[in-house]
């Protein structure tokens, strides 16, 4: 069975600090890699996904993530946040196979202070 | 395109009630996905359709919840007779296939009192 960990529960940071979000997942196979964020009180949005090739991703609003397949990783970065950039943060992964499903991980909440 | 839709968006019922929440998925996509978001627990998905037909309901909590997909654009997840552990946020989400990008709903609100 496939897990997600994001270890990082509680993250608070000045604007223009950079930011990085940890995430590491376990499964044997292929994955496909995802990170979502969630605004206070709204849905989840996509913000980028990793399928296969480069393994730098980049997402929106300046967000990139880096898929290292030796370490299970998926982390997610940004060099300069914003005070909007404050939400919850999930990383999710599926791995190939008939029986698998999106796992999320537990998700990390970001609070930019001015 | 509206995105995934969902009604309603709030919903406060007393315990023993029925409880109906409704999904439109994106035109197009063959998947469809219902998911509850607690403080405790997360994010969980309850039940998974393809093509209309369910695949995995193996994270639907117990007998008292049922989901449906009469067709390619519409599903319905009820709960019969609700209870308050019930309270959480549901989010329905679609997508093109299990392993491509999944488009959530705005999620209801369900409070069972």
């Known amino acids: 069975a496939q897990s997600v960990s994001q270890h990082n529960h509680h993250v608070i940071l000045s604007e223009a600090a950079s930011l990085e979000l940890g995430c590491n997942y376990s499964y044997g196979g292929t994955v496909n890699l995802f990170w979502y964020v969630q605004y206070p009180g709204q849905h989840l949005q996509l913000l980028l996904k990793?399928?296969?090739?480069?393994?730098l991703v980049k997402g929106i609003k300046g967000f990139e993530a880096e898929f290292i397949k030796s370490k299970f990783s998926f982390n997610l970065r940004k060099p300069s946040v914003q005070w909007s950039d404050t939400a919850e943060y999930f990383c999710?992964?599926?791995?190939?196979?008939?029986?698998?499903?999106?796992?999320f991980g537990t998700g990390t909440r970001l609070q930019v202070t001015l | 395109d509206a995105g995934v839709i969902q009604s309603p968006r709030h919903e406060v019922t007393e315990m023993g009630q029925e409880v109906t929440l409704r999904c439109k998925p994106i035109s197009g996509h063959n998947s469809l996905f219902w998911y509850r978001q607690t403080m405790m627990r997360g994010l969980e998905l309850l039940i998974y359709f393809n093509n209309n037909v369910p695949i995995d309901d193996s994270g639907m909590p117990e007998d008292r919840f049922s989901a449906k997909m009469p067709n390619a654009s519409f599903s319905t997840l009820k709960i019969q007779p609700s209870e308050p552990r019930d309270s959480a946020v549901y989010f329905c989400a679609s997508g093109r296939g299990q392993g491509d990008t999944q488009y959530f709903g705005p999620g209801t609100r369900l409070t069972v009192l």
């Open positions: 990793y399928f296969s090739g480069d393994p």
């Open positions: 999710a992964v599926i791995g190939y196979g008939t029986a698998s499903k999106l796992t």
